[in-house]
């Protein structure tokens, strides 16, 4: 049985940083495309950061939504089967609910949306106060 556990949520003034593990058990593609998600009060969850490893080179590829492109690094260990969301410079608009997800049955990971991903795990809150 998969599963994954995201923490590391809080409350941090603006500017501030945290930074999001999402530990995975039962689960052994490492390299494969996952995510991290989040849905803000009233609305819809959005992909805000995504990470694939190539199984020939071990290097790791990663996208980024607009809104966090900078701010925002996605990176894995795949020896611990967890993956990570390092957040910097929060804003007010960041407050959500963040959601890990693996299980990745799309097509190209660039491109992976909500609907690509079968695994989720419960989700961490980070609030960030201005």
């Known amino acids: 049985q998969v599963q994954l556990v995201e923490s590391g949520g809080g409350s941090v003034q603006a500017g501030g940083s945290l930074r999001l593990s999402c530990a995975a058990s039962?689960?052994?593609?490492?390299?494969?495309?996952m995510g991290w998600f989040r849905r803000a009060p009233g609305k819809e969850r959005e992909g805000v950061a995504r990470i694939v490893t190539s199984l020939y080179s071990s290097l790791s590829s990663t996208f980024y939504a607009d809104s966090v492109k900078g701010r925002f690094t996605i990176s894995r260990d795949s020896a611990k089967n967890t993956v990570y969301l390092q957040m910097n410079g929060l804003k007010p608009e960041d407050t959500a609910m963040y959601y890990c997800?693996?299980?990745?049955?799309?097509?190209?990971?660039?491109?992976?949306?909500?609907?690509?991903?079968?695994?989720w795990g419960q989700g961490t809150q980070v609030t960030v106060s201005s």
């Open positions: 997800a693996a299980g990745f049955v799309g097509g190209s990971c660039y491109r992976a949306e909500e609907n690509d991903f079968r695994y």
């Open positions: 039962g689960y052994t593609d490492s390299r494969n495309c």
